[in-house]
């Protein structure tokens, strides 16, 4: 997985698994539309009945009268609470108990329901069920779980219609559920409105009553205190006698202005005497009457008069004569008219005054009258006011008694039903054709999905381009998987059945010998990266190609786990490796030829109890030492790098190590941290070599091996 992240995924990896296991996934895609056939054929058809209702925003009326019921049908909660009514267990128990469903055989428990609901309650410790009524709830509880989920009630969106749909494996049952629903629901909004209109008829005839007697005992209480207050019509009194007392006001305001006028003159008269006429006639308060203005109108007329006479005539001339005599009789005219103002504007005062006194004393009653009689009205319009509102409340009740009487004989529904549910033809489910072909597909799909997946989720080492790329290593060689005839055998390099493999050792030979030429490279390890991956094979195998060009030694170095006696069948006690190191055996003794190859052997010998220790020995590199001059080439099969150690001590005497990788298995970050504890010492890795290939898979693998013909040569 860490190489698809790395490099990203492998496209034509994940076909070829497709590709690969197409057949496997397509026969388990039929298998299980097979059972899904079985399984469906068996299953009931089930009808669905459908019905059509319509909620009025707005109530249908002969009448324009308000309803007594103050629900307003235009808003949206009012459709959801509809909706919700319809969906009520006291609806649904009105419909089971219409149509007696308990006795219907789809809500009848069978006698194996009954079995398994005594062997729960047997499990849970509760008493057992009996014929009671708490067992008859439980019965209606368990039909109402199943009434409501063979219901189903839906709006169409942007509409004020509700679809009611019931699923019945009998067709007509279904029909019926559904027309019954409807006409209950419906019978249940009218009954709903005349229990509203009766419950609000009988409490406005109570008011009535009430009313009724408030009214009569308003109108007795403003008729006594009319009698009692002697009143016949008191609307207007008030503002009648503010009336007065202005008018009043305003003539005791003018007689006070006139008297102060009086004295004003009065008091000029005494002071210059009633004798000086000269005096007086020039004081502004008497030049201003009326009577002396005329007089001096004449005066002065007659003046102009004789002015212009005596510009035209003489002293004695007769018209000058008379105007003079005209003068002097309007200037007496005038001083006696003066002097009669004198005598007379005391006799005006004291009557001003007697006046003034009469219509201060008038304002005074005016005023207590007004308060009397506002004290009066008030207490009147109090009792008018209580009156005329009892007798409109009155008569505003009687009128809604009436309405509300009239309303209740109409039995209009805000519920109208467009489309009756009629009884199906054809079931709705199950759907067998479209079961089936969806359980085929699914199948089908999540085969492919967990093939893709696995192939993603493989980040085992696979190619040479995952060796390459993933690994950052060079590919010696490729071995590829041997059948199960070939295993057994330890010289199948040698057979000519098996060409195929004895090349891909060769290869591997060359490549290592070509890939080190400038150095001799006789000390050779060969480990991996856990057990089981074929290193000792590869090791073997090795040793066999370089023994027909070479002198060739085997070292099985791995004494935690050796297994090359029994490939070459030496017998378990044969002295090696560690019976020299400890000194117990000379290098002859320790020594096997394998006369087929003519591979020299040296057994891990006696397993030592401390086999790290005995590698960091002296002798082990002197032992090296020898074999390099005896030997061309001296092949180690130590222990894996992930078990233990060994090999991490012995690569720092060796010329290369050879990193044997198990094809299609191990996993990459094993391979890496192999690696990497082998470069922490400094060890020369050689490259990987891909071991148990598996032929068939060449072209999902791709690469080096199939570069070779090896792929074409097996299928051959």
């Known amino acids: 997985m860490e190489s698809n992240v790395n490099n990203g995924l492998d496209i034509k990896l994940i076909l070829n698994a497709v590709k690969r296991n197409f057949l496997k996934v397509l026969l388990f895609a039929v298998c299980v539309a097979i059972i899904t056939f079985v399984i469906v054929s068996k299953m009931s058809p089930v ?7 319509h909620v009025e925003s707005t109530e249908s009326r002969a009448l324009n009268f308000d309803p007594v019921y103050g629900a307003d049908f235009s808003k949206r909660e009012y459709f959801e609470t509809q909706f919700a009514i319809i969906k009520s267990e006291t609806l649904a128990r009105n419909v089971i108990g219409t149509l007696s469903l308990w006795e219907n055989e789809e809500f009848i428990i069978s006698e194996n329901e009954q079995s398994k609901l005594t062997f729960i309650y047997d499990l849970l410790g509760l008493p057992q069920l009996d014929a009671s009524r708490d067992s008859q709830e439980i019965k209606m509880q368990r039909i109402l779980k199943q009434f409501s989920d063979k219901l189903s009630v839906n709006s169409r969106r942007g509409t004020r219609l509700i679809e009611i749909s019931f699923d019945s494996a009998d067709p007509e049952l279904a029909a019926l559920v559904v027309n019954t629903i409807t006409s209950t629901y419906q019978n249940s909004e009218i009954s709903s409105k005349s229990e509203k209109v009766k419950e609000a008829t009988d409490w406005l005839n109570n008011r009535l009553v009430t009313l009724r007697k408030a009214l009569d005992e308003s109108e007795i209480k ?17 503002s009648l006698v503010s009336q007065n007392i202005a008018s009043v006001s305003e003539r005791l305001s003018k007689s006070q202005n006139e008297i102060a006028r009086l004295r004003g003159i009065q008091s000029i008269i005494n002071k210059y005497g009633q004798a000086d006429i000269l005096q007086l006639e020039s004081i502004p308060e008497i030049t201003s009457h009326p009577l002396i203005q005329n007089v001096k109108k004449d005066v002065i007329a007659v003046e102009r008069k004789f002015s212009e006479l005596t510009e035209v005539y003489g002293p004695k001339h007769p018209k ?3 105007a003079q005599s005209e003068l002097r009789a309007v200037r007496g005219n005038l001083e006696a008219q003066i002097k009669l ?23 005074k009653s005016l005023k207590v009258e007004f308060q009397s009689t506002a004290k009066k009205e008030t207490e009147y319009l109090q009792l008018k006011r209580e009156v005329e509102s009892n007798r409109k409340l009155y008569n505003a009740f009687v009128d809604r008694s009436k309405e509300t009487t009239i309303a209740g004989d109409s039995h209009s529904s ?9 009884v199906p033809t054809f079931p709705v489910k199950p759907k067998k054709k479209l079961i089936i072909l969806a359980s085929f597909v699914v199948s089908f799909c999540v085969g492919l999905g967990l093939i ?18 993933g690994l950052s290593q060079r590919m010696l060689g490729v071995i590829p998987l041997l059948d199960k005839n070939h295993v057994s055998d330890s010289h199948t390099f040698f057979n000519n059945d098996n060409k195929h493999f004895s090349e891909s050792i060769r290869t591997f030979r060359t490549n290592l010998m070509l890939s080190h030429l400038d150095k001799a490279n006789k000390l050779i390890e060969v480990t991996s990266s856990v057990p089981n991956e074929g ?7 090795l040793c066999f190609a370089l023994s027909q060009m070479e002198k060739v030694v085997l070292i099985d170095a791995d004494m935690r786990k050796p297994s090359v006696c029994r490939h070459f069948g030496i017998p378990q006690y044969h002295p090696g490796l560690a019976n020299f190191i400890a000194g117990t055996a000379s290098l002859e003794e320790c020594l096997y030829l394998d006369e087929q190859s003519g591979v020299y052997i040296m057994p891990s010998g006696q397993i030592p109890p401390n086999p790290l220790e005995l590698l960091a020995h002296n002798r082990f590199s002197e032992l090296l030492s020898v074999l390099k001059q005896r030997f061309d080439r001296v092949v180690l099969d130590t222990a894996p790098t992930q078990a233990v150690s060994d090999s991490l001590m012995i690569s720092k005497n060796m010329d290369i190590v050879i990193y044997v990788v198990k094809a299609d298995d191990t996993r990459q970050q094993f391979v890496k941290r192999g690696l990497g504890r082998l470069l922490e010492v400094n060890a020369n890795i050689a490259g990987i070599v891909l071991n148990q290939v598996d032929v068939n898979k060449t072209e999902q693998y791709g690469g080096y091996y199939d570069y070779y013909g090896y792929a074409e040569d097996k299928n051959s």
């Open 47 to 53: 009808y669905t009945a459908k019905a059509t209702i």
């Open 222 to 238: 403003l008729q006594e205190y009319l009698e009692r207050e002697n009143l016949i019509e008191i609307d207007g009194s008030v």
């Open 320 to 322: 000058l004569i008379a």
């Open 341 to 363: 103002l004198t005598s007379s504007v005391q006799k005006e005062l004291s009557n001003e005054i007697e006046n003034s006194e009469m219509l201060n004393q008038r304002l």
């Open 414 to 422: 805000m519920i109208k039903v467009i489309d009756k549910a009629f």
């Open 452 to 469: 893709v997946l696995l192939a993603i989720l493989n980040d085992t080492i696979k190619s040479s381009r995952d060796v390459e790329n």
């Open 535 to 541: 290193k000792t094979t590869t090791s073997i195998n």
